[in-house]
């Protein structure tokens, strides 16, 4: 019955390497997001994608691509990983474009970079 | 578990003050957020109020916290058709934890 789910809930891992956080919503949604959550628990937007194109793109660096393979999945990739990258990230769909309809959040990742 | 729940929908006139109340679960939270999300936008952070406080003031918006009863409130004073948007509550459970989100209310202006 999960609504938007995230994958993995955790990821540890070490400067330097690639890795990817997975996004799936059932709702039959037509846009996602990317939000980072920063140490002081602000949320700020990354990416936004409007049925599989990015609408949104906020100013994060390059080693950050989001890459939409279907309407209902919104997976990140991060290369070469950073100390910074630390951080809680968050998914999240609605029906329609944002602002319009309320937006559902996944659970979150939390990424820790060593 | 956590929990944070808004009402959905709330229609107010030009000009007159709007209140949107959140309950949260967690009395352990530190502290409270108040996003608001408009159109073309992802959630922008609005306001935040520390656990330790009963209310903070700014400008047009005056948040309340009843720590006792785990609600939180957004007064919007003369509000604006610009105010017009969806309005989420987050609360920020203990530790180095996510955020938890309300479903948000989407706040109507009427001209």
């Known amino acids: 019955d999960t609504a938007v789910s995230q994958t993995p809930k955790y990821l540890v891992t070490q400067m330097g390497n690639d890795k990817s956080i997975k996004c799936e919503q059932n709702?039959?949604?037509?846009?996602m997001y990317w939000y980072k959550q920063d140490s002081k628990k602000f949320l700020k937007i990354m990416f936004s994608y409007n049925n599989k194109e990015l609408i949104i793109n906020e100013t994060v660096p390059n080693r950050f691509s989001p890459k939409s393979p279907d309407k209902a999945h919104l997976n990140l990739h991060i290369n070469s990983l950073e100390l910074g990258d630390s951080a809680v990230y968050f998914c999240a769909s609605s029906k329609g474009l944002a602002g319009q309809e309320t937006q559902y959040f996944g659970p979150g990742t939390r990424l820790l970079v060593l | 578990g956590e929990d944070v729940e808004q009402s959905l929908f709330l229609s107010v006139r030009e000009g007159d003050s709007s209140v949107i109340n959140c309950t949260y679960t967690d009395s352990s939270s530190t502290y409270l957020y108040w996003y608001k999300q408009e159109p073309g936008a992802g959630l922008q952070l609005l306001t935040y109020i520390f656990s330790n406080m009963d209310m903070k003031q700014d400008q047009r918006l005056t948040v309340l916290l009843n720590k006792k009863d785990k609600h939180l409130s957004l007064r919007i004073a003369d509000t604006q058709t610009g105010d017009s948007a969806i309005y989420f509550c987050a609360e920020s459970p203990s530790g180095n934890t996510p955020l938890v989100f309300g479903k948000g209310t989407r706040l109507s202006v009427i001209a």
């Open positions: 709702l039959g949604h037509d846009t």
